[in-house]
T-cell receptor, first 114, second 114 residues
Framework: GDSVTQMEGPVTLSEEAFLTINCTYTATGYPSLFWYVQYPGEGLQLLLKATKADDKGSNKGFEATYRKETTSFHLEKGSVQVSDSAVYFCALTSANQAGTALIFGKGTTLSVSS | NAGVTQTPKFQVLKTGQSMTLQCAQDMNHNSMYWYRQDPGMGLRLIYYSASEGTTDKGEVPNGYNVSRLNKREFSLRLESAAPSQTSVYFC?????????????FGEGSWLTVV
């Protein structure tokens, strides 16, 4: 079945460092790809998405490009801030069943120190 | 904007007790979902409702039942709670089953079964 694999954390960075969180997927068909962020004690918020190959999603300085040839959707940010500390989830929409739902990776915890 | 509202936020149950988690969305969305989040497991789909009047099992449906009461509301019931159901539960909604549609999450319900 469809699945998402993302790098295990925690990822610990200093403020202003470059961030990459790797995400690869397995899917039949043409899924849409998402990054969600979860701040402590809160629900998940959409960070960015891409709906077709070569699309780049971007938001709040974060970017990810939908690479069909490598089945990847890596999250990057050029200069992280302490406020970026959170858990990041890569996800895809799976249309294997009667509807579509998100399939999530296990999450990567990012901790940024000043 | 309330978005997706779920209640209760915190609950402690004894093994064998029953309870219902309530969820309502005010975005006129067609599809609704229930996920559970466990450490190191990411989010896993319990049940979803692609549209009013339909429900389908997700990845981990055992021990749960759902009711799509109307377009706004989607409840999750634990008939006989078990310690393995200790988790954080998230309700979510989207416009419909299209793969590019964003899924919006509630703030979560922390459930402990003792």
């Amino acid at each position: 079945g469809d699945s998402v694999t993302q790098m295990e954390g925690p990822v610990t960075l200093s403020e202003e460092a470059f961030l990459t969180i790797n995400c690869t997927y397995t899917a039949t068909g043409y899924p849409s790809l998402f990054w969600y962020v979860q701040y402590p004690g809160e629900g998940l918020q959409l960070l960015l998405k891409a709906t077709k190959a070569d699309d780049k999603g971007s938001n709040k300085g974060f970017e990810a490009t939908y690479r069909k040839e490598t089945t990847s959707f890596h999250l990057e940010k050029g200069s992280v801030q302490v406020s970026d500390s959170a858990v990041y989830f890569c996800a895809l929409t799976s249309a294997n069943q009667a509807g579509t739902a998100l399939i999530f990776g296990k999450g990567t915890t990012l901790s940024v120190s000043s | 904007n309330a978005g997706v509202t779920q209640t209760p936020k915190f609950q402690v149950l004894k093994t064998g007790q029953s309870m219902t988690l309530q969820c309502a969305q005010d975005m006129n969305h067609n599809s609704m979902y229930w996920y559970r989040q466990d450490p190191g497991m990411g989010l896993r789909l319990i049940y979803y409702s692609a549209s009013e009047g339909t429900t389908d099992k997700g990845e981990v449906p055992n021990g749960y039942n759902v009711s799509r009461l109307n377009k706004r509301e989607f409840s999750l019931r634990l008939e006989s709670a078990a310690p393995s159901q200790t988790s954080v539960y998230f309700c979510a909604s989207s416009e419909g089953p299209g793969s590019g549609n964003t899924i919006y999450f509630g703030e979560g319900s922390w459930l402990t079964v003792v």
